[in-house]
């Protein structure tokens, strides 16, 4: 599995200029590398580097690696197409391989510069570090929104598939944050601890409009972005290892009724679970996948009203947050369960071939 991992150069002002310089004079050596190979109709690494290779390095101050990479940016241009000859934006994406570039711990990248090497600082979110020891190979460095980064692609080792027998729902909530077809709850009574205090503490300081109140709004808002992302890192990884064990497949809801929650619900506070959802789902793809666990979405419509006994959809059937009872059979339920079961339930109707023999599963009674 092929995952591009992005990590922020935080660089110092001298480095950001070095940084940029090399940039500029990498892009107008490219440029101009594919300037000589249209003008001589020339369109391989090698014939355009005996033509202009002295010139790069002498008229753009390019190293030797540097300039071996600015005619390989003009050759792949070439590759794609040889009727245009292509100008690199001045500050275009800039390969760096790895004579040009040295991992230097977990924080730190050496960096090749018209200035000599330069040792950048590098940040990077908790989920991303695991994969930091993968890293190796060419990397792009790319700049946008006036920042650095590095654009790096990792190769992820997949298992072998399993064989799932089952379908495992998972019904995404408020109370609890998740919850699974076989009744497991994945509890948000520490994230909503924390949630709650959060919110509390922003009020206060929303109702003063000192400098300093922003300054802690702001500290607090990336305070609980990370408590979040370490929270559902963590409920990705006991999920997809639930599934694995127990040989089933997982089956969420798909992003659609996540987008339609935010329109029926406008608070913040559901603003935030969404942002939330979306992010679990993300982590959970990143861990199903090389875990082999198949990981399918489905359509949720109803399921919070259906129930998953006889099939019956009425508004009435869910009686409150917590309890699930049907009108019609008389079935009675935990309301997040009943949902992660009709999640279950669905996505035996989509993907009947993932299992050989389906079980009990669609039948009432589990
Ligand atoms: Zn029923």
Known sequence: MKLTMQLKLVPTDHQRAALLETMRAFNAAASYAAQVGCADHVFSQQAIHVRCYRELRDRFGLSSQMAVRAIGKAVETFRRDKTVCPVFRPDGAMVYDERLLGWKGPAHVSLLTLQGREIVAMVYGEYQAGFLPRLKGQVDLVYKY?????????DIPEDAPIEPTRFLGVDLGIVNIATDSDGNAYTGERIERVRVRAA????????????????????????????????????????????KDTKAALVLEDLTHIRSRITVRKS?????????????????????????????????????RMCHCCGSVDKQNRRSQANFSCLRCGHTANADINAARNLATRGGVTRPDLIASPGGQLACGW
């Open 146 to 154: 006036s920042t650095f980064f590095l654009y790096a692609t990792i």
């Open 200 to 243: 509390t503490a922003r009020q206060t300081y929303q109702s003063t409009h000192t400098k300093s109140a922003k300054r802690r709004l702001k500290t607090m808002a990336g305070r609980q972005a990370r408590f979040q992302r370490w929270a559902n890192h963590g409920l990705a990884k006991r999920l997809v290892a639930y599934a």
């Open 268 to 304: 913040q506070r559901s603003k935030q679970h969404n942002w939330s959802f979306r992010q679990l789902r993300e982590f959970l793809v990143y861990k199903a996948q090389p875990a082999g666990v198949p990981l399918l979405f489905v359509d949720p419509r109803n399921t919070s």
